[in-house]
Every structure is written in structure tokens, then in C-alpha cells.
């Protein structure tokens, strides 16, 4: 007889619908014996086993959105015993790869068997679906299969009565009620956990596993709370975990799922599917201590134990509601298994002992599931984990600080939650980076250096023009005098990179008064904005710029008496300058004093200099890279020369001044070096090429690689002088710090460990001294640290690497929600990079509101615009999108992305250009999309949906998605996937994959 499969049944199905080919769903019982299995005996026994237990004859059969079962009879069933080829390695992946080997499901049995023969002994594997086992069926398995073969080997006939597969019975209702009531308010998780990687494009479901043996201070606190807080090891353990999970990035309202056999005491030897997972949600107050915790824990277990005979199938409509969803469990991505020894050590079969072996799948449709096995001599957490979603360092790490995270409860109990460490022994060794001694000298007494030992060597170069230290200090005293007679303190400087502008810096400094950095090039309405917020008065302007009332920069070219006075200041405390943001929506500036200046310029020229400095002067006056690139050179005793402004785009002419004037050092942003390196290239061999403001894209970074050049990648942050980091390029994901450097979790002082995302924070002499007239800004982005001292919150999203580099991901800000699934603006961009038509990526991200979604969620369309020569890019990039991403944005195509005066991505100026396209007049949908709007209609049965309703978000879930898929195969009769469903949620989504799949084909066919 046929009859429907169950919700439960479905779900598991439509999981290896969506990655088929996997053996996801595999269950693997495996034993070794001290000898030599015979393998008559072994398939006898299977046999006797197979036909005893009819769950074991249950096959299933499946059409394109309904799943059934049927029930063979013993004669039917012909399970052979195979050989498994032993692998060379030494380890189980022979065995793992037999249990991985996926089942169909077309009405063929879903049990196999093999024996692999070893030199000490042979190892028997019987491999089952999910569909008809669990985890406390392979211990009844296992017993079976050795009491069966013992049975035939002594000549009697095996047990042969019937066991009817048990039927589960129908939830209670009081049951669901509890369910509904006890997740209400719950939303899907939005993303992994701080040390997960970006969430990709169509999961793998790959998983390997690493295990941890809890250190004895670790299980004698557990010991102790048994005891303290009357709670089992389970619950201790398990409240541990909630707190693990929360201080890594899962939130106060934790959710954990835990398998719960559902069996009832008269079918506790039944075979079959007999659990449920259900999710234990545990809301942390911040303010609590453990022994709340546990209580709670305690209470929540016990609960979701009496509760137990629902599946989450019936609860997540009802509870969730139109939230969007996707693959994964709604409610939680991270398990923990309490697995306490059922399998006998002292078995044997006919004489020769018996070991239980661990067989993985190779699969799991979690992010990270802890197995807790404890024994008499050593308790053991083995944490399985989907390759998606962590590298197997991280999870070595998190399972460090489980066990100090146990053995710190030990030594205080008392401490709330949230203020316990988040650090393991890995992360405390690591040292937040070396500390650096404190500038002593200004970038004055450095430049009068050179002045006073060698006048007349060149100390600007400005294409034919040469300027010596002593001419340049001569101005530098003229300049110091004019602002001295104006009374200013605060002084703009409107100049081109040029003599005049580093001796307008130089004298304003030898004033005591601090500069404004100004680029004549900017917007006017730019500059009278800054100029009014700066309250600079005098402005200082070079000849031939008409800035009413400014006075006039003395000229560098005298030749008579010129003046070597020996600076008498200033304090190095003291303000040097104002740095504005260019990007800010409102003029916005960070000071800077002289000992942050001086000490940015040493550590920089220590870097990329070994004696005197050459450089070219190629960034804007308006930042601080050009004080950077002049003070570089002048600390040294070396030259700057003067880059044109062609130099900036002409990679000729850049790399023509590269030769002409021996230069050393070239710094620029990414968008500077895209147009010029192809042509200026090989005048770099041997120069210190520095990239800086932006992250570098790797096609970039090989580019520069291969000119020969010293490649240097920097971080820069608006509260820190010059460079808090600088690396080498793409030998590694990270930078090395040039500061102190430390993460914590965003909005608090918590520091987070080696692999885990946060806030990147920096200390040390570096440091801006705040916000021009924005006292609480600057009480919010600079704190105290009791072991580092003064500190800046720089908010960038990073995390520290084991070599101690730091990986900067970008913006806090620059996180959106899409789809329920929260999505970093830099992990798109760094996605799409990769593909080798690609030159630059820069993604914005819209927001919009989910129409009939709970509560309307705020949510996001991601917009990126691409950089790029090639025709018909954008097409490749959406196929390249759906495997590299969880989303497929929006693509906009251009020559060059826009940039701002200082050669940056100029993001304000495609966040207009997005909303400008959102409010233009799209393209009306074509017929497929309007055919499909129509089915996203009737089967969510909600009238207003158009064609960029997401299915999920309006309301759609796993097996109502599977149905729509069938639809869309019969009306449209087009070949879709539920997987293409999930990437492409939308009917415009949708339509474009079906059509570019059409195409496809149609070429292929050709």
C-alpha cells in the first residue's frame, strides 16, 4: 500500500532535492572486530534483520512535488554485502566515503552494506537512510546484527518476528500551543556567527568535524555545578554553549536546536525516524550570572523534552509567519547533542571483540553541532561543522574557549554573563600587536635637520623646478611670520602639490597654529563649507587662485638671506591639522597633533625607506596621504617630487617621472592604479608601490606583483595618522598592524578572539586627537583601555588572523539585510572581483520594505556597480553571482566607477545614482516574469504581488516552494530547480535565470 509521506518525511527530502548527489541524509553503523568476518554469516544476519523490521523494507518514490511510501515484503528486499576498498591513509575516508554515497529515491531499498578487510581486523558498515533510522536506531542496529550472526553462526535459526514500523502519533495540540507561544516574537537568524565565514552562493552541506578532549579544571567545574546548581552535566553543559554561542555573535535570544527521541517506552527498541529536533531557546540577560542561566536552561530543556512530539514542520508557519526564509532550519543553525555511552566495550562476536566505530557522512545541514560524549576518564566534544560556513581553525578555537569559557565560570560564578571573557589560551597568546615608543621628535626638528646639515640639497622637485631645504625653509619662516602678524591659530591652505604648499604647512606649523587640508580642486560650495566649519582664519592661497581675502603664500624661490631659524615649538600634543572626511554628507573633521603625525611618518618611512626618500607627491592636499608622501621624503633627507596631474590617470606619464627622478616610493588608491599601472609598470621594478584608503582587489594586487615593485597595502582609518596598517600585498587575506590593534564586539569594550568579527580598534601614539567641534562624536569613537591606553573605535568590521595581521573587511554600516540574511557590502564586492572580467566592484545597498513582511522588516536591494571593458559582462557575472553569493544584486555596468578628489570611490555619488534608478521608469516584465507573477499569486494566495515580490518574504516556505517549482515545470514548461527557487526568489529573478538557462541550452544545442 502507498501512502503520502509525512511533513517531517518531506522536509528531509526536499533538503537533497536542493543538493542532490549528497548523501546528506545518510545514517552509518559501524563496528570492527579483532578478526575476520564471514561474510555469509554477516549477509544471513543482515537478511533475518531486514525482513524482522519492516521500517527497514520501507522504500520511498518520488514525483517532481509529492513524496510516498511503501513497504516491500522480506523476499523483495536483496541487500547485498559489498567490499569496501581499504584507503592507504590510515584513517576512516573509505568508510566515510561508502556512508556519503547518496540513495535515490525511487522505490529502490534505502540500506546498503559492506565489510572492509583490514590487517588487525574487518570492519562492517551498514549505511541507512534518515528517512527510516536515527541516531538511537544504530545502537539497536548494531545489537541485532551481532545477536542475529552469533545466532546463524551456531547453527539456529535468527529471530524472525515481525516488527511493524512505529507509528508516531499525531501532536498534541497542547503541545503545538506551547510551541507557538514559546517562539513567539522569534525571527529567523539572519546570519552565522562572527566567525563564520561570508555567507556563498548554493550550499555544499560538506562537513568535517574536530574534536576536543575538555580539559580536567573544565570537568571539575562541571562536576562542581552538578552539584551547586542541581542541574545535570547535559544542562550545564548545554547553558555553557547558549553562552558560547551568544558572546560569538548569536544574539541574547539564543536558539539552539537538540534531537529528542520521541519513542514511548513500549517502542524504545523500534527502528526507524523517531526523533525531533526542537529548538531550546534560551534569552540571555546580560545582567545575569550562570546560575541563571542554568536555571533557565533546566526549565527550557525540560519543557522542550514534554513537548517533544511535534515537528518543527507544523510549528514555523504558524510561528514565522511571512518571514523570509530559506534552506536552512528557520529557527536555528546550531545543534547540541548530548551522547552519553550505548554501545557495550565488552562486546564480542563468536569470541573476537567487538569496537563501535564513528562513521560520518561527510554531510550536515548545520552550521555547528556539538556532540558531547562524556566517559569515566575524559569527556569529549566533537563539533561537526558545515564547510560553508567555517574553516576548521575557527572551530578548533571556539571549542578552546568552550573550555575556558567553563574553567573561567569555575573562578566566578558571580560575574554576569555578559561581562565574561571571549578570549581562549590561542587568543590571549596572541599579542594585540607589539607596542611602539612614543615620537620625541616633530616632523620639524626632522626637515631643520637637513636644512641646517645641507641647505642646498634639492628638497622639492617640480618638473624642471628644483627647490633646495633652504629655500623651502626659508618660505616656511616668511609663512610663519604672516600667520604670526594675522593672530590665527586655525589656517587654511588653498595650494596645488607644489613648494608652496610644503612651505605654507611647514610655516603655519612653525606659527604654533594647525592647518586645514584643502584641495583647490574640490567643488567650491565643498570648501566654503569647510572653511565655515574650521573657523580658519587667515586663508593661505597660492598665486593665481582667486580666494577673496586670502593672503598670498610666500614664493620658495629666494636666493638671498635665507633664514635657518631652528624651530622653537611646538608642543608635540598641539594640533597639527584638520582632515575632513570626503565622504561625509556634512563636513565632518578629525585633529590630528604633531606626535600622531611624526610617529605615522617614521613608522611609514621605516617601511618603504632605507636611507633618504624619493617620492612622488601624486594624492590630494586634502588628506593626509599627501603629508605622508612630502614628510616621508623630508624626515629623511631625501626629495618629493611633484607628480602632475596627468600622472594620475596616464600610466606613461607616471611611470616617465618614475625615471626621470630615481623615485622611490608611489602611493595611490586602487582606482588611480587601475588606469595607470598597465603603462607605468615597468618603470616600478624596485620601487615600494603602495596602495592605500581601499581594500586592493586581487587582479589589481597580481598586477602590481608583476611590475616588480615592492607591493604594500595599507589600512587607513580618520581617527589614526597615516597607515594603522600596513601589509604586503595578497601574500595573505590581512595586514600587518603598524599600530596597536585590537577587535571588540560592536557596540561594547569586549574583546574578541583570533577569527571572530568586530569592531577593529586601535591604540597607541597615533591616535587623532578627536572630532573639531563634535566633543560627543568623539566621546563615542575614542575610549580608555585599561591595558592599552587611549583608544579608537574605528567603526570597520575586522577580525584578527593567527599570524597577528588583521583582515578589515569595511564599514559596520555597510551591512544589509536581504532576504532575511544579513550580507556585508564587502563580501559581495570581493565575490564579484574575483571574476576575471571584472577590474572594480563597488556595492551600495537600497532599502527597501518587504511588502507583507512581519512587522514590515526593513530589508535591502544590493546594487553593484562594476568596473569593467568587457562586453556583455553583466551576464557572466550573474551566473558567477549565484554560486559565489546567497543573493544576486542588482548589476550596473560602467567604464569607470566615479571617484572622489583624493582618487577614491566616490560611494555617496552611487548611493544617488541607485536611488535615482530605483525611481526611474523600469523595464515592463516580460511574459515569463508576468506568468510567473501570476503563480507566485494564486499559490501564496495574496492579490498585489509583482515582479519583484520575494517568494519567501510574501510568505512562501520549503514545500510550498516545491509545489510552485512543479507549477512553473507544467505551465511555462521550463526546467527548474527548487535550488533555482532559493537564488532566485523573485519572478524578474526567476525569469532572467530561466531565460539565460534557455539560451544556454540553445547554444550548447547549436
Known sequence: MTIAASRKEAAMWLLERLVPDTGVNNVAVAFEVAGRIDRGLFAAALRAVLARHEVLRTVFRADDATLT?????????????????????????????????????????????????????????????????????????????????????????????????????????????????????????????????????????????????????????????????????????????????????????????????????????????????????????????????????????LEAISHADVPLEHVSPAV???????????????????????????????????????????????????????????????????????????????????????????????????????????????????????????????????????????????????VTYGQLWSAAIATRDLVAASGGSTVAVLAPRGAALAAAWLGVWLAGARCVLLDPTQPIPDLAARLADSGAAPVLAAEGLPVPGALRIPATDATDAMRADAPSGPDLDAVAYLEYHLDAPAPLAV?????????????????????????????????DAALTELLVALTTGGRVVVAPEAARADGHALGELVRRHGVDVVQAPPAVWRQVVEHAGARLAGRAVLVGHEPL???????????????????????????????????????????RVFVTEPGTDHELGIGVRGELCVAGDTLAAGY?????????????????????????????????????????????????????????????????????VAAVGQATTVAGAAGDA?????????????????????????????????????????????GTVDRPALVALAATRARADVDPPDETTVALVGIWTEMLDRPGLHADSNFFASGGHSLLGAQLVQRVRTDLEMPVQLADLFANPTPRQLAEHLQDAFWDDDEDDD
Open 858 to 902: 526593513p530589508d535591502a536591494t544590493v546594487v553593484a556597480f562594476v568596473e569593467s571593458q568587457k562586453p556583455d559582462v553583466a551576464e557572466r557575472l550573474r551566473d558567477h553571482a549565484r554560486t559565489a553569493l546567497p543573493l544576486t544584486p542588482e548589476l550596473v555596468v560602467l567604464n569607470r566607477l566615479p571617484v572622489t578628489v583624493a
Open 772 to 840: 573639531h567641534g563634535r566633543p560627543e562624536l568623539t566621546e563615542a569613537r575614542f575610549g580608555e583601555h585599561p591595558t592599552y591606553g587611549r583608544f579608537h573605535r574605528t567603526g570597520d568590521l575586522a577580525r584578527l588572523l593567527p599570524d597577528g595581521q588583521v583582515d578589515v573587511v569595511g564599514p559596520l554600516s555597510a551591512q544589509v539585510r536581504v532576504a532575511g540574511q544579513r550580507i556585508h557590502l564587502r563580501d559581495v564586492e570581493s565575490a564579484l572581483a574575483a571574476h576575471p572580467d571584472v577590474e572594480a
Open 320 to 466: 514565522l509567519g511571512d518571514a523570509p526564509s530559506s534552506w536552512r532550519s528557520s529557527f536555528f543553525r546550531h545543534l547540541f547533542n548530548y551522547v552519553p555511552g550505548t554501545v557495550d566495550a565488552s562486546l564480542t562476536l563468536t569470541g573476537m571483540p567487538v569496537r563501535h566505530v564513528m562513521v560520518e557522512n561527510g554531510y550536515s545541514r548545520f552550521d555547528l553541532e556539538f556532540f558531547v560524549m562524556p566517559g569515566k576518564d575524559a569527556t569529549t566534544v566533537r563539533a561537526a561543522f558545515c564547510v560553508d560556513a567555517f574553516d576548521t581553525a575557527d572551530v578548533g578555537l571556539l571549542l578552546e574557549r568552550y573550555d575556558a569559557l567553563l574553567v573561567q565560570l569555575g573562578e566566578d560564578l558571580d560575574r554576569p554573563v555578559a561581562r565574561l571573557s571571549r578570549r581562549g589560551a590561542s587568543d590571549l597568546a596572541l599579542s594585540a600587536s607589539p607596542p611602539r615608543t612614543a615620537a620625541m621628535t616633530s616632523v620639524l626638528d626632522a626637515v631643520h635637520a637637513t636644512v641646517a646639515a645641507n641647505p642646498d640639497l634639492v628638497a622639492v622637485r617640480d618638473d624642471t623646478v628644483a
Open 69 to 301: 511510501r511503501e513497504v516491500l515484503a522480506a523476499d523483495q528486499l536483496d541487500v547485498p554485502v559489498v567490499d569496501v576498498p581499504a584507503g592507504d591513509d590510515g584513517t576512516d575516508a573509505d568508510l566515510t566515503a561508502f556512508a556519503a554515497e547518496p540513495f535515490t529515491i525511487d522505490g529502490r531499498p534505502l540500506v546498503r552494506a559492506g565489510i572492509r578487510a583490514g590487517t588487525d581486523g574487518d570492519v562492517c558498515c551498514v549505511v541507512v537512510h534518515h528517512l527510516n533510522f536515527d541516531a538511537m536506531s544504530t545502537t539497536i542496529l548494531l545489537r541485532e546484527l551481532l545477536v542475529a550472526y552469533e545466532t546463524v553462526a551456531a547453527g539456529n535459526r535468527p529471530d524472525d518476528a515481525p516488527v511493524a514500523a512505529l507509528a508516531e502519533r499525531t501532536p498534541d495540540e497542547r503541545s503545538v500551543a506551547y510551541w507557538r507561544k514559546n517562539l513567539d516574537g522569534l525571527r529567523p537568524a539572519e546570519s552565522g556567527l562572527w566567525c563564520a565565514r561570508p555567507a556563498a552562493g548554493a550550499p555544499s552541506l560538506r562537513a568535517r568535524t574536530v574534536h576536543h578532549e575538555l580539559s580536567e579544571p573544565a570537568r571539575a567545574v562541571v562536576r562542581r555545578f552538578q552539584r551547586e546548581l542541581r542541574a545535570s552535566e547535559a544542562v550545564v553543559l548545554l547553558a555553557a554553549y547558549s553562552v558560547l554561542l551568544a558572546q560569538h555573535g548569536a544574539g541574547s535570544d539564543v536558539v539552539i536546536g537538540t534531537p529528542v527521541n520521541v519513542r514511548d517506552q513500549r517502542g524504545m527498541n523500534a527502528i526507524g525516524y523517531h526523533a525531533n529536533l526542537v529548538p531550546l531557546r534560551v534569552r540571555l540577560d546580560p545582567d545575569a550570572d550562570f546560575r541563571a542561566v542554568v536555571k533557565q536552561t533546566r526549565g527550557t530543556f
Open 697 to 739: 582587489p586581487r587582479p589589481l594586487a597580481a598586477q602590481l606583483r608583476a611590475t616588480g615593485g615592492t607591493l604594500h597595502h595599507g589600512y587607513t582609518t580618520p581617527g589614526v595618522a597615516g597607515y594603522a596598517a600596513l601589509g604586503g600585498g595578497w601574500d595573505g587575506t590581512g595586514v600587518l598592524p603598524a599600530a
Open 591 to 623: 585633529t590630528v597633533t604633531h606626535r600622531a603625525l611624526a610617529g605615522a611618518v617614521a613608522r611609514l618611512a621605516e617601511r618603504v625607506a632605507t636611507g633618504p626618500a624619493v617620492t612622488a607627491w601624486l594624492s590630494s592636499s586634502a588628506t
